[in-house]
């Protein structure tokens, strides 16, 4: 055996010892630590730590989706605005077919200003389309449908209407009214406008 090999062979013998010398100590040490689990103040600190962030993300999860629906109802507003503007430019209105639909649903009458700074000093007169203590989506589908046939008539683009289920959710956050700006007894012109309870 040369003095190499000889050499080598001493270091791999005491990195062995070594090795198992720590490996026995550990197992010592390990197997002499007392068993210990949670005590019941710990579970239940753990339960309510638990509890809490569950619920600040459902909260979140809430404001999330009901900022959302603003962003939605702030495009369909401008959306139907610029529908209204672009059918007084084409010559025609939908104030004869929502005159009607709010004579034939005098309970969705809501408040009357007698000169709305808002509306160039017109009369208006608000209706209640949809309210989260009632949601539903029925007239406001209506309005558009109204609009949207119109608008196609004169060769314009449609106003873009969120899917049923979409629209149906939209409304349990927001009030949707029809604002109609009235000079004299003449429908001069229809807003929509959205809010939070």
């Known amino acids: 055996m040369t003095l190499h090999a000889l050499i080598l062979w001493s270091f791999l013998c005491s990195a062995t010892r070594c090795c198992n010398k720590w490996y026995n100590t550990y197992n010592r040490h390990v197997l002499n630590l007392p068993k210990k689990g949670f005590t019941l103040v710990e579970l239940l600190a753990c339960i309510i730590v638990v509890v809490i962030l569950c619920a600040a993300v459902v909260v979140r999860l809430g404001e999330v989706r009901t900022s959302a629906f603003i962003a939605d109802s702030s495009r369909l507003e401008r959306e139907f605005s610029r ?46 389309l949809s309210s989260t203590a009632a949601p539903t989506p029925v007239a406001l589908n209506q309005v558009l449908s109204i609009l949207n046939t119109h608008l196609v008539t004169h060769g314009y683009g449609a106003v873009l209407i969120p899917d049923p289920a979409q629209l149906a959710k939209m409304m349990k956050s927001l009030n949707a009214d029809a604002v109609l700006a009235y000079n004299g007894v003449q429908l001069q012109t229809v807003t929509l406008q959205f809010s939070t309870p």
Not at 95 to 124: F, I, K, R
């Open 83 to 128: 529908g209204v503007e672009d059918l007084v430019t084409a010559g025609d209105s939908i104030n004869g077919a929502l005159q009607g639909m709010v004579s034939a649903n005098p309970a969705m009458q809501g408040p009357t200003v007698a000169a709305n700074p808002l509306c160039m000093g017109l009369q208006t007169v608000t209706w209640h």
